[in-house]
């Protein structure tokens, strides 16, 4: 099985700051990577498919980046509205989701 | 627009087999891609159980893989999900969704708590 390791699993920024969150995988998994945003309440959205490639409606401060086993995803300046818990996901091998991190406003 | 539904039970007994269906809207089943089934226990990440595509063929969550049968009904354009020999631990918020790779539609997702 594939794991996934995501860190932080918590984070405080400012509106405005340049945030960013890691996902490791413990195997080469290519570029084989989502990341999702999920808000309380609500489905996961699709944000960032193929490890880098934007989801049509996203807003461009949203990115990723890696390929093999380590895999980046930043917001470029935080907004208000993207308060909500992201989650990286393989789909190399089956699939497997990382644990999310929990984004908060400072 | 690909719009999925799930419905089922929102309470089911231990021991026993939960039953849910994703209805799916302004897509054909028929017409490809995968569809599957993703949970998300109380406070807690997400897990993906398994995923089937029009023509019948699965593949599943290997730790859940003895308990669990995804099908599907092309006529009706919904596919079904269940779990079997339930617990406490099976409680969550199920989802379906569109299983493009990534997982692009999804339902709202329905609470299933699992209780004598």
């Known amino acids: 099985d594939i794991q996934m390791t995501q860190s932080p699993s918590s984070l405080s920024a400012s509106v405005g700051d340049r945030v960013t969150i890691t996902c490791q995988a413990s195997?080469?998994?290519?570029?084989?990577l989502n990341w999702y945003q999920q808000k309380p309440g609500k489905a996961p959205k699709l944000l960032i498919y193929?490890?880098?490639n934007l989801e049509t409606g996203v807003p461009s401060r949203f990115s990723g980046s890696g390929s093999g086993t380590d895999f980046t995803f930043t917001i470029s300046s935080l907004q208000p509205e993207d308060i909500a818990t992201y989650y990286c996901?393989?789909?190399?091998?089956?699939?497997?989701f990382g644990q999310g991190t929990k984004l908060e406003i400072k | 627009q690909v719009q999925l539904q799930e419905s089922g039970p929102g309470l089911v007994k231990p021991s026993e087999t939960l039953s849910l269906t994703c209805a799916v809207s302004?897509?054909?089943?028929?017409?490809?891609?995968?569809w599957g089934w993703i949970r998300q226990p109380p406070g807690k990440g997400l897990e993906w159980i398994g995923s089937?595509?029009?023509?019948?063929?699965?593949y599943y969550n290997p730790s859940l893989k003895s308990r669990v049968t995804i099908s599907v009904d092309t006529s009706k354009n919904q596919f079904s999900l269940k779990l079997s020999s339930v617990t406490a631990a099976d409680t969550a918020v199920y989802y379906c969704?569109?299983?493009?790779?990534?997982?692009?539609?999804w339902g709202q997702g329905t609470l299933v708590t699992v209780s004598s």
């Open positions: 089937i595509y029009h023509s019948g063929s699965t």
């Open positions: 302004g897509y054909s089943i028929s017409s490809g891609y995968y």
């Open positions: 969704a569109r299983d493009d790779a990534p997982l692009r539609y």
């Open positions: 996901q393989q789909y190399d091998n089956l699939k497997t």
């Open positions: 193929d490890a880098s």
């Open positions: 195997q080469d998994i290519s570029n084989y």
